[in-house]
Nanobody, 112 residues
Framework: QVQLVESGGGLVQPGGSLRLSCAAS????????MAWYRQPPGKLRELVAS???????NYADSVRGRFTISRDNAKNTVYLQMNSLKPEDTAVYYC??????WGQGTQVTVSS
């Protein structure tokens, strides 16, 4: 059974930074692509960033240049470094693994 546990969310002022972590278990992490999605209040869930098993990265236009996705296969963990945060980045952020596997989500609120 795949388990994904996110952490690192919180309240931050505009222009600030946060780093999200997603610890994975129950899958062969090193051969799987991983992704971060987010769901802003009242909106649909959207892809934020993804990373292939060998480190290839893809970003939504809205976060490119501000967010960085990375992975540590030794720790079965994927990260999302978020810099220059904006109020429109406010959302619940979800970790995703192939097979429609989702974490419980972590709230990110960007507000002064």
């Amino acid at each position: 059974q795949v388990q994904l546990v996110e952490s690192g969310g919180g309240l931050v002022q505009p222009g600030g930074s946060l780093r999200l972590s997603c610890a994975a278990s129950g899958l062969i992490f090193s051969i799987n692509a991983m992704a971060w999605y987010r769901q802003p209040p009242g909106k649909l869930r959207e892809l934020v960033a993804s990373i292939t098993w060998n480190g290839g990265k893809n970003y939504a236009d809205s976060v490119r240049g501000r967010f960085t996705i990375s992975r540590d296969n030794a720790k079965n963990t994927v990260y999302l470094q978020m810099n220059s945060l904006k109020p429109e980045d406010t959302a619940v952020y979800y970790c995703n693994a192939p097979g429609n596997n989702w974490g419980q989500g972590t709230q990110v609120t960007v507000s002064s």
